[in-house]
Each structure stands twice: as structure tokens, then as C-alpha cells.
């Protein structure tokens, strides 16, 4: 917390609160979630690559999404979903 320092944050609560932040649509279109364990870091790294890549290649979203582990394989469903929300967006 310290490294933050004065910078904003936003957590999965404030990333859109009624749920239609594309990342979010995208999710449930996909119906990338199972257990839900990953499902916060999962959506917030995506939001994020998106944030500051709205188009990303392939290579690109496996970079971004390296740190997160699904416990139920669900990457396939992941990834679509984020070139779905890339879409949207754009």
C-alpha cells in the first residue's frame, strides 16, 4: 500500500458499480466465471490492460493477464472476453 502512495485506486466495487463496465458485460457474456476465486483479479487486470491498450493483441492480453491463476481453466473464456470488451469499447 505504501508504493501507491497518493495515486487513485479503483477496486472491483468502483470499477462500475451497476455493472456495465464493458469488462463486466463481457464477462457474463462469456459466462467466464465458475468458482469466482479469480474472478476480481482477473476483471481488474483486464480492465486495466484495456485502460491503457484499448486494442490488444494476443500476445498482448497473455502478457497482461500472466499473474492470475484460474483454478478452473476458464482462459479461453477469459481471453474472448477480453477482445469482446476491447470491442466494445473501441
Known sequence: VSRVGSRRITTI???SPD???PVQQAWLEHDVA???YCQVGQIMSAAALLA???SPS???IDAAMDGNICRCGTYVRIHAAI???AAKRG
Open 13 to 15: 466495487e468502483g470499477l
Open 83 to 85: 477482445k469482446t470488451a
Open 34 to 36: 465458475q468458482c469466482g
Open 52 to 54: 491503457r491498450n484499448p
Open 19 to 21: 455493472g456495465t463496465h
Open 58 to 60: 494476443d500476445a498482448e
